[in-house]
C-alpha cells in the first residue's frame, strides 16, 4: 500500500518570504500522479499544483512550483512571495496510475498536512 | 454553478442515532467519494462510486453506508452513529479518477 509523509506539522514564515512544505511517498509503482492540496480555515480543499510521475519537468502554478525527485521519491512543495492568504493546511497526496478497473477507481492517498502560518 | 454542496454543514447526533449527508454535485461527474477527516491524519477514503448505481468501498467503510441512485448526488449514512465517527466528513467529485477531485465545504459531526 503506499503512504505519505508529511514530516512537518507547522511551519511560519514571514510575509513576502519564499516557503519550501516536505512531502516524501513510498510505493513501487511506476506511474502515478501527485497533488498538494491546500485547505485554508473555511475548510474548502483547494488544488494548488498536480505532477504525473512520467513527466521529468517539475509542474508551476504561478507562485507555488514542486521540487519532484522521483529516485528520492520527494515531492516538495515552494510557495514564492508568500501571502497572508496562503495560511493554511497543505496536504500532499498519490494517486496510482494503472488501467482502468471494473467497477473500481484508482485512490487518493493523503499525507497527515502541514499547518503553514504567514505572519504580517 | 454550485459546484459540490454538502448538507447538513453541521449536526450533533446521540449515540445510536442515525442520518444521512448528502452530496449534489452539477458538473455532471461521474465519480464521487466521502472522506473523514480526523486531526493529524489528513483525509481518508470512507466510500466512493463510479457512477450512478455503483458504490464500493474506500479505506475506512465499517459503520457506514451509501448510495447513488442518481448521478449528481451520493448520500453517506451512519445507521447508528458512534462516538469514534465524530469528525468531519467530505464528499468530492471528478470527471474521471486521475482528474482534479472537486471537495465540497465539508459537514462537522459530532456524536455525544
Known amino acids: 500500500a503506499q503512504t505519505v509523509t508529511q514530516s512537518q506539522p507547522e511551519m511560519s514564515v514571514q510575509e513576502a518570504e519564499t516557503v519550501t512544505l516536505s512531502c516524501t511517498y513510498d510505493t513501487s509503482e511506476n506511474n502515478y500522479y501527485l497533488f498538494w492540496y491546500k485547505q485554508p480555515p473555511s475548510r474548502q480543499m483547494i488544488l494548488v499544483i498536480r505532477q504525473e510521475a512520467y513527466k521529468q519537468q517539475n509542474a508551476t502554478e504561478n507562485r507555488f512550483s514542486v521540487n519532484f525527485q522521483k529516485a528520492a521519491k520527494s515531492f516538495s512543495l515552494k510557495i514564492s512571495d508568500s501571502q497572508l492568504g496562503d495560511t493554511a493546511m497543505y496536504f500532499c497526496?498519490?494517486?496510482?496510475?494503472?488501467?482502468?478497473?471494473?467497477?473500481?477507481?484508482?485512490?487518493?492517498?493523503f499525507g497527515q498536512g502541514t499547518r503553514l502560518t504567514i505572519n504580517p | 454553478n454550485a459546484g459540490v454542496t454538502q448538507t447538513p454543514k453541521f449536526r450533533v447526533l446521540k449515540t445510536g442515532q442515525s442520518m444521512t449527508l448528502l452530496c449534489a454535485q452539477d458538473m455532471n461527474h461521474e465519480y464521487m467519494y466521502w472522506y473523514r477527516q480526523d486531526p493529524g491524519m489528513g483525509l481518508r477514503l470512507i466510500h466512493y462510486?463510479?457512477?450512478?448505481?455503483?458504490?464500493a468501498k474506500g479505506e475506512v467503510p465499517d459503520g457506514y453506508n451509501v448510495s447513488r441512485l442518481k448521478k449528481q448526488n451520493f448520500l453517506l449514512g451512519l445507521e447508528s452513529a458512534a462516538p469514534s465517527q465524530t469528525s468531519v466528513y467530505f464528499c468530492?467529485?471528478?470527471?474521471?479518477?486521475?482528474?482534479?477531485?472537486?471537495f465540497g465545504p465539508g459537514t462537522r459531526l459530532t456524536v455525544t
Open positions: 468530492a467529485s471528478s470527471m474521471r479518477d486521475y482528474y482534479e477531485q472537486y
Open positions: 497526496a498519490f494517486m496510482k496510475h494503472g488501467p482502468p478497473i471494473i467497477q473500481g477507481a484508482q485512490k487518493l492517498v
Open positions: 462510486s463510479v457512477g450512478e448505481g455503483t458504490t
